[in-house]
């Protein structure tokens, strides 16, 4: 990764966005963090070229090898209630595969923020929240082309699936400009930003199995509702899944 080309691409960031370049840390969700608690402004973007303890939703650890995937965190401070800020997800993950497609790939949305390529991961978003911030921490395969033993088989990278390498900088570019408009989109104008999640979704249409504290069912998939959540349909009736147990895309 080229620190020259990405102090070059965060020159032409949209406001508020700008760009901290760290070398190694353990999560850049908790760079930014700290850097939110002690005051700093909207739109800070934390980038490690390696992050040590990169981590990912429901205590996964995030494999972040040095310097040929993107691992990097923004502060938002919304200005849309709290209760919408779990939105920020979708808006990023929508972000992220819009960026993907600029390159010419078809990438997928594994509700809800997983980016996929074919049936494999090659991004994944968490979002924590502070007392009055969001950290949005985005992790995207670039130009990994080789991955630990227990992801090998579902996870994928842009170099990989187009035989060239690309620049990080410039995905990074296009991530942020395509969430610079979609982060604003989780409030009024929600139904834009759900509508081009919805047309995105690889569950839609199929079988899923879910796990929960409870167990696992087996349900079908009938689309996004209008709050972003899953339809969930089981032989009991639908739910309205709100927050994502482990999904699992059964064979059809
Ligand atoms: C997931 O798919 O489970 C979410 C992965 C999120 C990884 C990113 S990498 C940058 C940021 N820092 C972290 O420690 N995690 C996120």
């Known amino acids: 990764m080229s620190r020259e080309a990405l102090i070059a ?107 996929w390529l074919g049936k494999r991961k090659v991004a994944g978003i968490l979002v924590e929240a502070g007392p009055d911030f969001a950290v949005v921490g985005i992790g995207l395969n670039v130009n990994t ?17 187009m035989s060239r390498p690309h620049s990080c900088a410039d995905v990074l570019a296009a991530i942020i400009r395509k969430f610079a408009t979609r982060r604003h989109q989780i409030g009024s104008d929600f139904e834009i930003l759900i509508s081009a999640v919805r047309l995105r979704c690889v569950l839609t249409g199929h079988r899923v199995s879910l796990r929960t504290a409870a167990g696992s069912k087996i349900g079908f998939i009938e689309g996004i509702g209008p709050s972003g959540e899953l339809l969930f349909r089981t032989p009991e009736g639908l739910e309205r899944l709100i927050q994502a147990d482990e999904l699992r895309l059964l064979p059809d």
């Open 9 to 115: 691409v965060a020159a032409d960031f949209p406001d508020p966005f700008r760009l901290l370049i760290r070398e190694s840390v353990e999560s850049t969700n908790d760079e930014v963090r700290k850097l939110a608690l002690g005051g700093a402004a909207d739109g800070l973007i934390i980038l490690a070229e390696s992050q040590t303890a990169g981590r990912g939703r429901r205590g996964a650890a995030w494999f972040s090898p040095s310097g040929d995937s993107l691992a990097f965190s923004i502060l938002v401070r919304p200005e849309e209630p709290i209760a919408l800020w779990p939105r920020l997800a979708l808006a990023a993950g929508l972000a992220v595969a819009e960026a993907v497609e600029g390159l010419g790939l078809q990438p997928g949305i594994k509700w809800p923020n997983d980016v």
């Open 145 to 161: 082309t080789e991955f630990p033993p227990e992801v090998s088989e579902i996870a994928t990278s842009l170099q990989l699936e």
